[in-house]
């Protein structure tokens, strides 16, 4: 098995910070390509930042300049930088990874709980 634990979100208010966490525990053999989504009220999950594992970065052009993706592989944690937080990153945010198991060959996608970040004053 392979679990995928979010941490980090909260209450912020407009113009603050937040960072989040995403420790992938489990019988792992490799993690290929990282990433987090979001997803608000009434709207379909998007992409937000992905990392891949030569630490290659994409963002979603609503956040460039303000969040940050990061990866710590020793540690199979992803980050998520988010500086000058908008009402409109409300949202329950979920990281995800590509995982090859031990003692399986293909990639396997996923995810986690999610953390709920919300930017209000």
């Known amino acids: 098995q392979v679990q995928l634990v979010e941490s980090g979100g909260g209450l912020v208010q407009p113009g603050g910070s937040l960072r989040l966490s995403c420790a992938a525990s489990g019988s792992i053999f490799s993690i290929n390509a990282m990433g987090w989504y979001r997803q608000a009220p009434g709207k379909q999950r998007e992409l937000v930042a992905g990392?891949?594992?030569?630490?290659?970065?994409n963002y979603a052009d609503s956040v460039k300049g303000r969040f940050t993706i990061s990866r710590d592989n020793a540690k199979n944690t992803v980050y998520l930088e988010m500086n000058s937080l908008k009402p409109e990153d409300t949202a329950d945010y979920y990281c995800n990874a590509f995982v090859r198991r031990v003692g399986e060959f293909q990639f396997r996608r996923y995810w986690g709980q999610g953390t709920q970040v919300t930017v209000s004053s």
């Open positions: 990392i891949t594992s030569g630490s290659s970065t």
